[in-house]
């Protein structure tokens, strides 16, 4: 998880300042995998969460969701996944704040494409 934690910090320094406004919950590493409430077989791995609370506004990693999907991968790759989810997130984060709904929107039409995947499988 230390390696993990160290990539997420080296990703997270080269990120504009303006992104972290509002972000008063901070980006928190968990160790729990996590996957979709409606997920097949956890065929559907939640890598991130953008969440918003009475605690504040954070952004989510699960650990735990990676080591499912790439425990055997290189460190370059591990980072390239990590920013990939990272900036994911921190989209949704500053879309929010600009009352756009872009990627929730995209995120809808993943979903939605998943589920007519599987009832035709």
């Excluded at 954070?58 to 920013?83: A, H, N, P, Q, V």
Aim: aromatic share 12%; hydrophobic share 35%; with cysteine.
């Amino acid at each position: 998880m230390d390696e993990v934690q160290e990539i997420l910090e080296e990703i997270c320094e080269s990120i504009p300042s303006y992104a972290y406004e509002h972000l008063n919950g901070g980006i928190i590493l968990t160790e729990e995998a996590k996957y979709h409430e409606e997920a097949y077989a956890e065929d559907l791995v939640i890598m991130g969460e953008y969440q918003r609370s009475m605690l504040g506004n954070m952004i989510k990693i699960y650990y735990g969701s990676f080591m499912d999907m790439y425990r055997f991968s290189s460190r370059e790759t591990l980072r390239e996944k990590l920013e990939e989810v990272l900036l994911h997130e921190f989209t949704h984060h500053l879309e929010f704040l600009a009352n756009e709904w872009g990627l929730v929107i995209e995120d809808k039409k993943f979903l939605e494409e998943y589920r007519k995947r599987k009832q035709n499988e």
